[in-house]
């Protein structure tokens, strides 16, 4: 079983950039897609970026298309996802999630395996 631990939230002005960090434990991470999800203050969770077992494959949420980047090192039993440009509107709780599939999946029932989120503040 996949058990992720997110870090790197923070607080940073608009127009900057942070990286956030999900570390796996467990011996199967590197069979698993994953995925990076957020949830604002009254709103639903909604995923944001996702990765195929081999880091081959990337699928995004159109709201973050071009400014979001996310990647994984299977050595590490580790995924990213890079923030560049942020918004105000991207401020919330951020998690990670370990999907059911391999492949690079958008849905969300394909999550099984969720962190405990880190926070992520953009001050405009």
């Known amino acids: 079983q996949v058990q992720p631990v997110e870090s790197g939230g923070g607080l940073v002005q608009a127009g900057g950039s942070l990286r956030l960090s999900c570390t796996a434990s467990g011996r199967t991470f590197s069979r698993y897609g994953m995925g990076w999800f957020r949830q604002a203050p009254g709103k639903e969770r909604a995923l944001v970026a996702a990765?195929?077992?081999?880091?081959?494959?990337?699928r995004y949420a159109e709201s973050v298309k071009g400014r979001f980047t996310i990647s994984r090192d299977n050595t590490k039993n580790t995924v990213y996802l890079q923030m560049n440009s942020l918004k105000s509107e991207d401020t919330a709780v951020y998690y990670c999630a370990a999907s059911t599939l391999a492949a690079a999946s958008l849905t969300y029932s394909d999550f099984r395996s969720w962190g405990q989120g880190t926070q992520v503040t953009v001050s405009s």
């Open positions: 990765i195929d077992w081999s880091g081959g494959v990337t």
